[in-house]
């Protein structure tokens, strides 16, 4: 499983930066290294055209895992160059802004935009598999998510549109309940299909979720 990100448009950095003139950039070594958004060659991109802004890059590292304890053991060992500086500008996931967040007093600006959590299906390809809704149901869908498979995120399907197992939205794109369907049939659990799921309660709980083992 891995986040997938995309660096900010560098016109929103520059503008977050606007008042900081020593940014230590932090990179990940693990999903932004990935999907080269914040690995060592983009993280030195970026150190490069900072200092074309005449910043003062007080320097740079990449956790081996931004997002966990490795984060606080770095910053330890970068400690000086740390201190030096006026902010930290991550090139990881929104996970790894927050875990930074609590091992330094200085800002932590965010380069990148988190955008799903996905599986890589084949090499330097990324298919979103889960939003973590909290009302899973995989186990009569036959493991096939349909709120992010389908593109209407319909719990009770196909809709109207489906034309010979393409969805009207992207045609080039398989039917999330087509497949659904199939899946259940190889299974022999079509009964599944009549299945009525009522509407989603996407405010199911407060905000932040917490959760104690």
């Avoid at 900081?20 to 914040?38: A, E, L, Q, S, V």
């Avoid at 991550?90 to 200085?106: E, F, K, P, Q």
């Avoid at 298919?127 to 009770?156: D, F, M, S, W, Y």
């Avoid at 009549?194 to 509407?199: E, G, L």
Wanted: overall charge neutral; glycine content about 8%.
């Amino acid at each position: 499983m891995k986040s997938i990100t995309r660096q900010k448009p560098f016109d929103e950095i520059k503008e977050q930066l606007a008042e900081f003139d020593r940014p230590f950039i932090i990179g990940c070594g693990t999903c932004t290294t990935m999907t080269k958004t914040g690995g060592v060659d983009q993280v030195l991109e970026m150190r490069d055209r900072l200092q074309g802004l005449d910043k003062r890059v007080s320097g740079w590292t990449v956790i081996p895992t931004a997002c966990d304890e490795m984060t606080e053991v770095a910053m330890k060992e970068n400690g000086r160059a740390i201190q030096d500086a006026s902010c930290i500008l991550a090139m990881t996931c929104a996970l790894g802004v927050h875990r930074m967040s609590l091992y330094i007093d200085r800002p932590v600006i965010p380069a990148l935009d988190t955008l799903f959590i996905a599986v890589e299906d084949t090499p330097g390809y990324f298919r979103e598999v889960c939003v973590q809704c909290g009302q899973c149901v995989l186990g009569e869908t036959a493991g096939i998510c349909p709120i992010t498979t389908c593109h209407k995120g319909l719990v009770n399907g196909p809709c109207g549109g489906t034309n010979n197992g393409k969805c009207e939205v992207d045609k080039e794109k398989d039917c999330a309940w087509t497949l659904i369907y199939e899946r259940l049939k190889e299974q022999g659990r079509l009964d599944l299909m009549r299945k009525y799921y009522p509407p989603r309660n996407f405010q199911v709980v407060p905000r932040p979720r917490t959760f104690k083992i």
